[in-house]
């Protein structure tokens, strides 16, 4: 879905820098979310947000932190990759406004990070 | 809190025939249940879901069955196509979240042999 659009698409470093992936979608989506992808793992929630005074940690959080700069913007942190951490990553959306209200979530391209 | 588990996390059928995958929940008062299809290098995308007020919904060839008491719910795709092959992930948010904080399976790899 070409509404919701993730930078980088790939992106190589080193144990210990700080890397950020961000979000951005047009779609209007109040809700927005932060997925890992690991093999056999399914995807997993790292942190989620109703608005931009909303943040809310998922399931595996620790490690990450996020920033939720206006309603379409979305960005995750690793302030020390390391190389557990190397995964794909998925930001989405969902809406949740009145009259538009959907439990459908539209997924970004993905972001493969690799930590060396 | 809720947790789904999904099986089979692989599964190979031959052209023409029908595939199952089968998930289930704990949160006995979750009420929605997505499917998603991951092709290859894309993205997930919803494909069908279904709502705890009705027992079956069909969508072509695909279908998706929930038995409420037993906590499980099945994905069915019938006369499967070489499209058909890829990566589908049930889910089920908790009851207490209205929705918004789903819970996936951990996926089950369907390949669909010409």
């Known amino acids: 879905d070409a509404d919701v659009t993730q930078t980088p698409r790939n992106r190589i470093t080193k144990t210990g820098k700080r890397i950020m992936l961000e979000c951005s979608q047009t779609?209007?989506?109040?809700?927005m979310y932060w997925y890992r992808q690991d093999p056999g793992l399914g995807l997993r929630l790292i942190y989620y947000?109703?608005?931009?005074?909303?943040?809310n940690k998922g399931e595996i959080s620790d490690g990450y932190s996020v920033s939720r700069q206006a309603q379409a913007k979305f960005s995750l942190s690793l302030e020390s990759a390391i190389p557990n951490q190397t995964a794909l990553y998925f930001c989405?959306?969902?809406?949740?406004?009145?009259?538009?209200?959907?439990?459908?979530?539209?997924f970004g391209p993905g972001t493969r990070l690799t930590v060396l | 809190g809720e947790n789904v588990e999904q099986h089979p996390s692989t599964l190979s059928v031959q052209e023409g025939d029908s595939a199952v995958i089968k998930c289930t929940y704990s949160?006995?008062?979750?009420?929605?249940f997505p499917w998603y299809k991951q092709e290859l290098g894309k993205r997930p995308q919803l494909i069908i879901d279904?709502?705890?007020?009705?027992g079956e919904k069909k969508d072509q060839r695909i279908a998706v069955t929930l038995n409420k008491t037993a906590k499980h719910f099945s994905l069915h795709i019938t006369e499967t196509q070489p499209e058909d092959s890829a990566v589908y992930f049930c889910?089920?948010?908790?009851?207490?979240?209205?929705?918004?904080?789903?819970?996936f399976g951990a996926g089950t790899r369907l390949f669909v042999k010409a």
């Open positions: 989405a959306t969902s809406d949740s406004r009145p009259g538009h209200s959907t439990d459908t979530q539209y």
């Open positions: 779609k209007g989506h109040d809700r």
């Open positions: 947000s109703f608005d931009v005074k909303d943040i």
């Open positions: 949160d006995s008062a979750s009420n929605y």
């Open positions: 279904i709502r705890s007020n009705v």
């Open positions: 889910a089920a948010p908790p009851s207490n979240t209205g929705g918004f904080k789903t819970i």
